[in-house]
Every structure is written in C-alpha cells, then in structure tokens.
C-alpha cells in the first residue's frame, strides 16, 4: 500500500451502547422518512445526525454511504416499476458520479491524513453549512414563490436555454423527454459525486441540476438520482471500506430504522403538494444548518485555534444536537400530519365519485 | 398533478392486503381473501426471523468479523459493501412486508 495513510489510526469508532442504539434506530427513521418524502437527498440529516452522537465526520460520511447505496437500491427497484427513472440519464451521469466519488474520497483521505479528525469533522460541517444554507434558501424561495401563485410547483427556464446547445453526442432521455448533449451530463455528474464523497449526500446537486438545468420532471430527476445514489454508493462505500473507514455496526442500525421511513415518506409524497414537500425540506435543511455552525467553535477549539470553557464546548454540542433532533421530529409530524390529511381528502373525493359510478349503467 | 391523483387512487385501491376480505364478497373472492391474509402473515413472521438471525449472527460475530471490516484491504471493502446489501435485502423484504400487512403500502 504504498503512499497511502493509516486512516483507522486518525479516527476511532464511538461505543455502541442502548441508548446509541435507541437514537440510530431514530435517526435512521425519521432520515428515510425525510429521504422518502423529498423522494433523494434526505439522507442528509443521517451524516450531521451521526456526528451529534459522537462519530467522527469521516466516518459518518463513509457509513452513511454505505448505508445509502443499498437503500438507493432499493427505492430504485420500486421507482423503476413506476417509470420514474430515466435509466440512460441515470447512467450518464452515474459515469462521471463514480469518478466524482473518486475525487472526493481523495479529498477526504488527504484532510484527515493531514489535519487528524478534528480537521475532517470541519471540514464535512463546513460543506454541509455551505450546501444546506444554499440548497435550504433555494427551496424555501421556490415554495413560496408556488404557493403566492397557487401553483403545485414552480417551472425552470434554464433547461429550454441548455436544450439548444447541440454539443454531439446528444442524447434523447426518453422518460425524462430531454435531449440533451452527453457533455452537459458530465460535470453535473461529477459535481453530485464530489458532494457524496464529501458529506454522503450527492442528491442536493443531482436533482436539482436534473430539474433546473437538463429540464427532466421532478418525479423523474428523484427517481433516476436513486440510480446515481447506487452507483455512487457502491463505488463510495468500497472506497472508504478499503481505508477501513466504514462502521457497519452503524450502517445496519440505520438500515433497520431507514428502511421503513423511506417506504413511509415515499407514501407522503402522493398525498401532499410539491410546494409543500419543499416546505418541509428547505425547513430542516436550514435547521440543519444551524446545528451544524453551532458545533464549528468546538472543531475550531479541537484544532486548538480557539478556546472554549468545558461548560460552553458542551452546551453547544448539546444545543446543536436539541436543533438537529427536534427538527427531524417536527418533519416527521409535519409529513405524518400532511399524510393522513391527505389519505383523507383522498378517500372522500373517491367516496364523493363512488355512488355515481355505482348508479351507471353496466 | 394529474399523475399525483393517478398513483394516489391506485394505492388506494391496494393500500390495505387485508381490505379486499369484505363480507359482500362472495365465492372464488372469499376463498382466495382467505388464504391470502395467512399467507401474509406467515410470509411475516418468516422474514422476520431471517432478519433476526441475521442481527443476532452479525452482533454476536463482531469479534470475528471486525478484524476483516477494518483490515484496509480490497477485501475488507467487498466484505463491507456486501453485509450491508444482504441485510438491506433481507431485511428490506421484511420491513416491506411488515408495512404492508399493517395497511401502509408504497405505491405500485
């Protein structure tokens, strides 16, 4: 193994107790009902929520990859049936994902190589701060822009204006009904894996560059993201696998909770208006971030660049995890609420159409 | 929306397996309700139990396993990658079914 670092040695795995394992299972719920209900990109909370118990920012990021590849596979078995992947965009941009991952895992290798794992968890929170406040801001615009104009969902300009640029090859994405030049899907690709590598969640810049620069539906652009979130998964989980950086006690802890909250939130999105599923996302992801600038000064104070009171360093610990943990409990109300509403509306709209129906002639 | 409205009826009509054994059913109806709802359930409990093995087999085989997990090698990296693919199958199949027979179910 030459050139390569002792990565095990620069972090350590947290101590699985009851409680630890009561919080996964929670953690792991409520972020595959976020995942489920924003259809990709929910598992953002997983890496965050991962480090407020104590597990270093690498390995959080690698265990969330791990876990995300084989419960991207399963969303996408499903979605598939449904005929919302565009399993060509899907592979054009997992292509040029995985060499992003590549890249990223590299990045990651030489922080944690070079600053130990008070430097790494900076730099995982620092990027998530960026991402989410960006991602969060835009979101929240766009619902409420929606809602002003009583809209279910607001419609991109950008993807006309990329359309007319006839770069060869140019490639008809058929479910998506784009035809778009390969070299457009290219550094969107890559940019998603970078970001999965980085903070285990590509899907904050894979679906949106899918719906506001390529022009695919929402539905699509969520569906065909699980195909990325696999491939990157997989390459991404096998990368940091071999630097012994995945904690697999954890991934199958909140495999055990994620894979009943993605059905749940999968289930939400049906009954509840697109605005309204950026509502709820753009809210936690702000929430997110939040939790997430609160802990900066105890990195910085780790990287002794700042000194911090034992009673200060651990009071924000806890206050960004209050943030972080009451915000996904909110959500989870949120979507519940919007869900049985929802069913509800919907039942009595079919009971409304049912003695009509019953009265017409065979 | 009108796709929205679409996938939302049919899961409608399929959110619950145990809903289609109503009482104004009658013959071939009745009789495949009847044996479909244990069928269900046995489907359950038997996914139920793999996955409990699988839990208990992985936990209680740590010790062993740990070394190869974290041994920074191609394979500790295959070992990884696929633990975590055989319990999202297993147990992926079981909280699909587990939901199902409680009437919640994602949308076909």
Partial sequence: MEGSVDLVGAVSFIHVQPVTVLALLALGFLGGMLSGFIGSGGAFILTPGMMNLGVDGAVAVATNMCQRSPEALVGLLRRRKLGHVDIKLGLAMGFSAVLGVKAGVKVQEQVLATWGKAGSNLYVTVAFLVVLLAVG????????????????????????????????????????????????????????????????????????????????????????????????????????????????????????????????????????????????????????????????????????LFTLSPDLYGALSVASAVVLYGALLAAGLVISTAMVKGKREAEHARSAVAPVAAGEPY | MGTIYEISALTLQCANPFAVAAPQTSGADDARSVTRAPAGLLNLLALAAASLALYGGFFSSLDFLWPIYTSQTALGGMAVVASALTFCLVYGSFARQLLETLGIRAPK
Wanted: glycine share 10%; net charge positive; proline share 5%.
């Fill in chain 1, 137 to 304: 801001t835009i979101m929240l615009r766009d619902a409420k822009r929606a809602a002003v104009l009583g809209l279910d969902d607001t419609a991109p300009s950008l993807p006309q204006r990329i359309a007319r640029l006839h770069l060869p090859p140019m490639i008809n994405f058929t479910t998506a009904k784009r035809r778009v030049s390969f070299w457009v899907t290219i550094p969107l690709g890559f940019a998603t894996g970078l970001l999965a590598a980085t903070i285990a969640v590509g899907g904050f810049i894979g679906v949106p560059s899918m719906v506001y620069i390529i022009g695919a539906p929402g539905f699509v652009a969520s569906g065909t993201e699980l195909l990325v979130a696999f491939c990157m998964g997989l390459e991404g989980a096998f990368e940091y696998a071999s630097q012994g950086l995945v904690d697999l006690r954890l991934t199958v802890i909140i495999l055990a909770g994620s894979l009943i909250g993605v059905q749940v939130g999968a289930l939400g999105t049906i009954y509840v208006r697109q605005y309204m599923v950026k509502l709820v996302s753009g809210g936690v992801m702000l929430l997110a971030a939040l939790s997430r600038a609160m802990v900066i000064p105890t990195y910085l104070h780790d990287l002794r």
